[in-house]
């Protein structure tokens, strides 16, 4: 997935509330990726599935794990 392609994701993730399931498995988002997906899930706290497998970010974890601070729920 190209940076746009991330960055309309992580659009849709900071606006819609009513996505709970989301799997981006396979698609290579990278670090930037991970990150633009981290700044979404703050505000986002209705996603409770989240599958990055295969997804080539190395430490855009860190970012991603911020955001998914499961105390939201």
Do not use: F, R
């Not at 700044?39 to 295969?54: C, F, G, P, Q, R």
């Amino acid at each position: 997935m190209h940076a746009q392609g991330t960055a309309a994701v992580a659009a849709v993730l900071a606006s819609n509330h009513s996505i709970y399931q989301l799997s981006l498995a396979g698609c290579p988002l990278k670090d930037e990726g991970a990150m633009a997906l981290a700044e979404a899930l703050k505000t986002n706290i209705s996603v409770y599935k989240l599958d990055l497998s295969n997804c080539m970010v190395g430490a855009g974890w860190a970012g991603l794990q911020g955001g998914c601070d499961t105390s939201n729920s």
